[in-house]
């Protein structure tokens, strides 16, 4: 079937919503974590096998459960998703005229008229009962189906990707600059991981980048705080 886009030029980018979100989330997940935890850990001991070894600890420990979280929770929506669609089955078989009528209802919320939205529920029950209220009734497509490996493959990788490069910065530091450089390292990646998220989803980069510049810094600042805290009360 020819491509019936009005716009063919200019693709809509909600296709990509689902690995976009995992990747995004686990990318910065993975930059403010674990260079947070350096700050932390350098602010509180400024030896540097300690604050690279604190380092990959947080990049493996947040890598997994980042990765499991991301299994479990979309999982438990996929579980749902798959519930929702085999009670619409069963009431499709169970009530077949009111589940027609449910249709035409959510036709004519639309803007249908009521004979218009009557005729479409019935062409539409005719070739795929199924899919037309999986669709419209629960809102369910094929681009929002959730694929738990995916979501958690994508999210680890990112996240260990990402974290490895203030990782990196604290591991080429020079001795007593951990802080400085991590911190000048940490928002450039940050910044370019806001652009890259915002062009991704055709959104706009410069609030996009600044939003997750600013939360970042924060959290980098409240550890170092935490860190200093500590460090000067041992
Ligand atoms: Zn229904």
Do not use: C
């Given at each position: 079937m020819p491509d019936a886009s009005?716009?063919?030029?200019?693709?809509?980018?909600?296709?990509?919503?689902?690995?976009?979100?995992?990747?995004?989330?686990?990318?910065?997940?993975?930059?403010?974590s674990v260079s947070s935890l350096i700050v932390g850990v350098a602010a509180a001991n400024p030896d540097p096998s300690a604050v690279i070894i604190a380092g990959v600890a947080g990049l493996s420990a947040g890598a997994m459960s980042m990765a499991a979280g991301e299994y479990v929770s979309v999982s438990s929506q996929s579980d749902t998703e798959r519930a929702d669609i085999a009670r619409e089955t069963q009431a499709l078989q169970d009530f077949p005229d009111e589940e027609l009528a449910e249709l035409a209802a959510i036709y004519q919320d639309k803007g249908l008229s009521e004979e218009t939205a009557l005729v479409v529920a019935k062409e539409l029950t005719a070739h795929d009962a199924l899919g037309a209220h999986v669709r419209d009734e629960l809102g369910l497509s094929d681009v929002h189906t959730a694929n738990p490996l995916q979501a958690a493959f994508t999210s680890g990788v990112t996240f260990s990707v990402a974290a490895a490069i203030p990782l990196l910065a604290a591991f080429l530091a020079p001795a007593g600059s951990i802080i400085p450089v991590v911190l000048v390292v940490t928002v450039f990646t940050l910044a370019a991981l806001g652009a890259m998220g915002a062009k991704a989803g055709a959104a706009p980069i410069l609030r996009a980048t600044i939003r997750v510049v600013v939360w970042g810094v924060f959290a980098m600042a409240v550890t170092a705080g935490v860190g200093w805290l500590f460090g000067v009360s041992v």
């Amino acid at each position: 079937m020819p491509d019936a886009s009005a716009h063919p030029g200019e693709p809509h980018y909600i296709t990509r919503s689902g690995w976009l979100r995992a990747a995004v989330l686990g990318a910065n997940d993975g930059v403010v974590s674990v260079s947070s935890l350096i700050v932390g850990v350098a602010a509180a001991n400024p030896d540097p096998s300690a604050v690279i070894i604190a380092g990959v600890a947080g990049l493996s420990a947040g890598a997994m459960s980042m990765a499991a979280g991301e299994y479990v929770s979309v999982s438990s929506q996929s579980d749902t998703e798959r519930a929702d669609i085999a009670r619409e089955t069963q009431a499709l078989q169970d009530f077949p005229d009111e589940e027609l009528a449910e249709l035409a209802a959510i036709y004519q919320d639309k803007g249908l008229s009521e004979e218009t939205a009557l005729v479409v529920a019935k062409e539409l029950t005719a070739h795929d009962a199924l899919g037309a209220h999986v669709r419209d009734e629960l809102g369910l497509s094929d681009v929002h189906t959730a694929n738990p490996l995916q979501a958690a493959f994508t999210s680890g990788v990112t996240f260990s990707v990402a974290a490895a490069i203030p990782l990196l910065a604290a591991f080429l530091a020079p001795a007593g600059s951990i802080i400085p450089v991590v911190l000048v390292v940490t928002v450039f990646t940050l910044a370019a991981l806001g652009a890259m998220g915002a062009k991704a989803g055709a959104a706009p980069i410069l609030r996009a980048t600044i939003r997750v510049v600013v939360w970042g810094v924060f959290a980098m600042a409240v550890t170092a705080g935490v860190g200093w805290l500590f460090g000067v009360s041992v």
